[in-house]
């Protein structure tokens, strides 16, 4: 494969022209901007359409599938339809279902981690079988439609994208992200940094509080050696809320605090990261701050966001402190469960006499 077919810019499949989101070329000034929901559906039509019998089998699952809730950001062999098994066109609206997701941003993320394989293959001098960046797999769970329920996933080592639709409402998470190496220390592409928003962030939070105010946020000296809700089907986290409370810190710590929330909820386009801001605005100060390990670059360390609606979780403790894990979760809403659980109620209501 030559990876350029795939690793290429999105913006030509999502433009203008392709899926009808302007009018005819005398009405052009009024344009018609697309939802994300109708954006996912018609890219994942498209995806689908292209492929044939024996690779659609491979692609697609029931909505009520366990397989939906069946997340990992581990390398290791999955469901679903991997990139080598695409042709060129094919991976172009791969590209296209995976784009639809993810704010530019998220999206240079995300195909930077798959890249990011071609290293590991270097450095630990794999065949290609293990580090390969043409193994990640795509999942449709359902049909796609603007009404009725349907989902897609995008996942392979260190990226799991996962979205529900339901009656035309996107819900996005488990979202997962991760970088190794954190930082590239040889080879032509020496310095590159993937989630570096992610990383910076947390240690100015970090250093930007006072001394005491520290000790409440570092809840243990030693870093947890992973995300403490790993790949869970649900986010949860034992006991209350710990670390810092937001309600502590001054206006510039919180600042700090809000400006690495912001990283994470525009990894998504812009009326998905609406949605992300609006849990935050909605949590105001009933957030804590939490962090074990080092506080310096190159110690080990993790830190958490915990919000009643959301989390946040990075952790950089392996391999030297050369190799990131960051998640977004939503306490009740990964997998669309508060709105699947909303909609399945209202389409069992009786109805009225």
């Known amino acids: 494969m030559k990876r350029r077919s795939f690793l290429g810019s999105s913006v030509a499949l ?35 359409a292209a492929l044939d019998a024996d690779q659609r089998a491979k692609a697609t699952f029931t909505f009520d599938a366990d397989e939906r809730l069946n997340w990992h950001f581990i390398p290791k062999e999955r469901k679903g339809l991997p990139l080598r098994e695409m042709t060129p066109y094919q991976r172009h609206l791969a590209s296209a279902l995976l784009a639809a997701g ?3 941003t998220g999206y240079i993320k995300a195909v930077t981690i798959m890249s990011l394989e071609d290293v590991l293959k270097m450095i630990e001098s794999d065949s290609g079988e293990r580090r390969n960046p043409e193994k990640y797999y795509f999942s449709v769970f359902g049909t796609p439609s603007d009404r009725g329920a349907w989902g897609y996933r995008v996942e392979g080592h260190h990226l799991s994208q996962n979205y ?6 996107v819900i996005d998470g488990p979202s997962f992200f991760g970088a190794n190496p954190a930082q590239v220390r040889q080879g032509p592409r020496k310095g590159l940094r993937t989630l570096a928003g992610e990383d910076d962030l947390g240690l100015e939070l970090i250093h930007a509080l006072d001394e005491e105010e520290r000790k409440m946020a570092i ?14 089907r649900k986010a949860a986290l034992q006991g209350q809320p710990s670390g810092l409370s937001a309600s502590k810190m001054n206006g510039k710590q919180y600042d700090a605090l809000r400006a ?43 830190y958490r ?15 030297g402190a050369n190799h990131i894990h960051s998640v977004w979760r939503d306490f009740s809403g990964d997998f669309g469960e508060d709105l699947l659980r909303q909609h399945y109620e209202a389409s069992h209501k009786p109805s009225s006499a």
């Open 14 to 48: 999502l433009g203008t022209g392709m899926l009808g989101s302007s009018h005819s070329q005398e009405n052009s000034s009024h344009v018609h901007h697309v939802g994300a929901a109708s954006l996912m559906t018609e890219c994942a039509n498209r995806f689908l």
């Open 102 to 104: 993810l704010s530019q």
């Open 164 to 169: 529900t639709m339901v009656n035309g409402t």
């Open 219 to 232: 809840v243990d000296t030693t870093a947890y050696p992973d995300i403490l809700t790993a790949a869970s």
């Open 260 to 302: 690495l929330m912001e990283e994470y909820a525009h990894n998504v386009p812009g009326e998905l990261a609406e949605g992300r801001m609006a849990q935050i605005d909605k949590a105001g100060k009933h957030i804590h701050f939490a962090w074990s390990g080092g506080i310096e670059r190159g110690d080990l360390r993790y």
């Open 305 to 319: 966001v915990q919000t009643p609606s959301f989390l946040i979780e990075l952790d950089d403790t392996q391999d």
